[in-house]
């Protein structure tokens, strides 16, 4: 949870909440390692790497089922994951702000992890302890080089909340205006500098795993990290980004975004105007404000689609920490503006191409723009992406559009995608995740609030350029269009049958036959020369224990008769599978 998004939260403008209840300077140290302010570069390896082996080794016991106790069963293995999920989730919490940003980008990479951990992840807050005063202060002045004293007429020594990257106090300018001033946490970029760099050697580690590192490009996946992890320690990239989506919604009166004040901001102190408001998720205080819930829910989501739509520039985490409502207008509140996306022209041509495909069930064009997209990458054998993106639109585009839920559309897409080639980019999750984020807090308001059923409207402009023109007369374009691809192909296609035999007999083409009968055979007579190597390994066992039986040494004797144990329960199992298997064909 970003500062910016709980600042509002223990005010009595809106909640009655206590204040969040801050931990000893000591038994903050004592907890968290890496809060100390000298980071150990050899410490932070042995807890950084000594986390990742112990992961993977619990990911390789997943997968042997005589580590289940009473038997192997798919509820078992689920029950296991969902307990590594929370393990993960508490050992990135004491592992620090770096691994919590990671964790945090992580819970919307449903293709790169099983929906369990992407479930924990999405849980993960900044439960981090406040640093402070003093250091606060000391970072303020050396910013903006002048006393506390001198800035502020009034500076709350208490911070109102702490993140992982920094805390917020709230403050009043001598000209009578009240402040939140967000300070970035000391020592962050040192930190950030060290566990990037051991962070890179476990992506290079696992990109040359032969298991974990096939189909997954974990150098481009910690490259793209790494810049977001960057980019959120710049606190005047922050302020860019809060003014420029200031600047978007202005005219619009049903949102509302804190303004920069530039004179009190740096590369690590932000100062923003304090704008009050319920936090949306606050129902019974919306409630007693007099707030129509369901209005607000449509809010919420009109207030997206105006962000894709007309700029292309979007909140890119919008959960309910960081909305609010104002009591008085009914108007929405943005808070925290670290993390944000944009959507290029070029990029909204491309995805124009992806829904077309989508409209006709023409799996074959959206695999082309995906392609296009980089949300794919392009293998020898296309067929079996082809095969799943066809089985998404026919199992899930059967229903009206304004019935469809965009949670359940993005699951599936995701465990669709998972060990498949795709590469989805950041701001593709990051769309997904904000959808699904928006979905909730709208059926928390609304328990019949439908996201795809407000997003209807708006179908066809998203569908169209960012100029916006006539839907019909885009239509007919794109119909004439077809029209004339469709006519080329029929007259190219003598001339691609013709190709296509050049290149057969020149042997360029590969030919591929596969049975499934064959490849059953195939993994039997596998498992039959396994299982002989089991019967003879058990027999000169036997055969050992009982020369040494014989010779009278009968210690050795019974201990080789133990050992042979070993691979006459081995080949046991191994009897049982293919009774299973032989049951099944």
Request: one cysteine or more; aromatic letters at 12%.
């Amino acid at each position: 949870m970003s500062a910016l998004s709980t600042k509002l939260e223990p005010t009595a403008s809106y909640s009655n909440s206590p204040p969040p209840q801050r931990r000893s300077p000591l038994e903050a140290e004592g907890r968290y390692r890496w809060n100390r302010g000298n980071y150990s570069i050899t410490r932070r390896r042995i807890d950084i790497w000594g986390f990742v082996l112990t992961l993977l080794y619990q990911f390789w016991l997943n997968g042997k089922k005589w580590s289940y106790a009473g038997g192997y069963t798919e509820e078992k293995l689920q029950q296991r994951q969902r307990r590594q999920a929370k393990w993960i989730r508490e050992n990135l919490l004491s592992l620090g702000p770096t691994f919590i940003k990671v964790g945090q980008l992580f819970s919307t990479r449903s293709d790169l992890f099983p929906t369990e951990y992407v479930e924990e992840l999405s849980k993960l807050q900044d439960e981090v302890p406040a640093f402070s005063y003093e250091q606060a202060a000391s970072i303020i002045e050396g910013e903006l080089g002048k006393p506390i004293a001198t800035l502020y007429r009034r500076f709350d020594p208490v911070p109102l909340a702490a993140a992982s990257l920094g805390q917020v106090h709230k403050a009043q300018l001598h000209t009578g205006e009240d402040v939140v001033v967000k300070v970035q946490r000391p020592g962050l970029k040192k930190l950030f500098t060290i566990d990037l760099a051991i962070l890179k050697k476990i992506a290079q580690y696992f990109q040359n795993h032969p298991k974990w590192g096939r189909g997954r490009d974990w150098n481009g996946i910690y490259d793209e990290c790494c810049k977001i992890l960057w980019q959120e320690t710049d606190y005047l990239r922050e302020g860019r980004s809060a003014d420029t989506f200031r600047r978007n919604f202005r005219g619009e009166d049903w949102v509302k975004v804190p303004r920069v004040y530039w004179r009190y901001t740096s590369t690590q102190i932000l100062t923003l105007e304090y704008l009050p408001g319920i936090k949306i998720s606050h129902y019974d205080a919306l409630e007693a404000a007099g707030l129509e819930r369901k209005e607000l829910a449509q809010l919420g989501a009109r207030a997206y689609l105006f962000q894709l739509l007309n700029h292309g520039f979007f909140h890119a985490d919008p959960h309910p920490g960081n909305l609010a409502v104002s009591p008085e207008a009914g108007a929405l509140i943005f808070y925290d503006f670290g993390m944000m996306g944009e959507i290029t022209p070029d990029t909204k041509n491309k995805l124009m191409d992806t829904l077309f495909g989508v409209a006709e069930k023409n799996a074959e064009r959206i695999v082309n723009s995906l392609v296009a997209l980089g949300a794919l990458k392009e293998t020898e054998d296309m067929g079996p992406i082809r095969r799943s993106v066809q089985f998404l639109l026919d199992n899930f585009m059967d229903k009206p559009f304004e019935e469809q839920s965009i949670t359940k559309i993005s699951d599936d897409l995701y465990e669709i995608a998972y060990d498949q080639p795709f590469r989805f980019p950041a701001t593709f999750t990051f769309v997904m995740r904000a959808f699904s984020t928006l979905e909730g807090v709208g059926k928390g308001l609304d328990p019949d609030f439908n996201f795809m059923a407000v997003a209807q409207p708006f179908a066809l402009q998203i569908m169209n350029n960012s100029n916006g023109f006539n839907p019909a007369s885009n239509i007919m374009d794109e119909l004439g269009r077809q029209a004339v691809q469709v006519g080329n192909s029929a007259l190219g296609l003598p001339r691609r049958i013709e190709d296509s035999l050049d290149r057969l007999d020149r042997g360029d083409i590969r030919v591929r036959v596969r049975s499934t009968e064959t490849d059953r055979l195939l993994r039997r007579m596998g498992t039959m020369q396994m299982g002989t190597n089991y019967v003879l390994f058990t027999c000169a066992l036997v055969l050992s224990a009982t020369l040494l039986f014989v010779n009278n040494y009968f210690v050795a004797a019974a201990v080789v008769l133990l050992i042979s144990l070993v691979p006459a329960f081995a080949l046991w199992r191994l009897l049982k599978r293919l009774e299973r298997q032989d049951r099944m064909f």
